[in-house]
């Protein structure tokens, strides 16, 4: 077990069962304060921050930082670790915002020529590709 997981607690076990209702989904910590907040659960902010930072050390969620200007993202991987999980990509719309999470064999065949033919290594985890959503067109 890891060491940082010995204490199961029940605001970390309430956080994951909120993640995993939303499989495939990026989630912002505000987003999950805010959650909790309505539905009147006493669960704080600082209590959520350091539980997501420990999840994410456990490889229960992962984390995806796009740039500067926006929040963190998390989304529920389980109990694997993060190099067992499917490589993925991220579209960030520059007018909305919205951050689009994606799992393409194409873009898995760039990645792959990437590193056979340039010897680049490409992180899908912190790859965005910029342009605008099909809302924003």
């Not at 990437?114 to 590709?129: A, G, I, Q, Y």
């Amino acid at each position: 077990m890891n060491p940082r997981s010995k204490y199961k607690t029940k605001q970390r076990e309430i956080l994951i069962d909120y993640f995993k209702t939303f499989p495939g989904v990026h989630i912002n910590a505000g987003d999950v304060c805010e959650y909790f907040r309505s539905q009147g659960s006493p669960i704080g902010q600082a209590t959520v921050y350091r539980q997501l930072e420990k999840l994410v050390d456990e490889g229960v969620l992962s984390k995806y930082v796009v740039d500067n200007n926006s929040p963190a993202c998390f989304e529920y991987v389980g109990a694997d670790s993060h190099e067992d999980a499917a490589t993925c990509f991220h579209c960030k719309c520059r007018k909305c915002g919205k951050l689009i999470h994606m799992q393409c064999d194409e873009l898995e065949t760039i990645e792959a020529h990437l590193f056979e033919e340039h010897r680049f290594k490409l992180d899908p985890m912190r790859t965005v590709f910029y342009g605008l959503c099909e809302n924003c067109i």
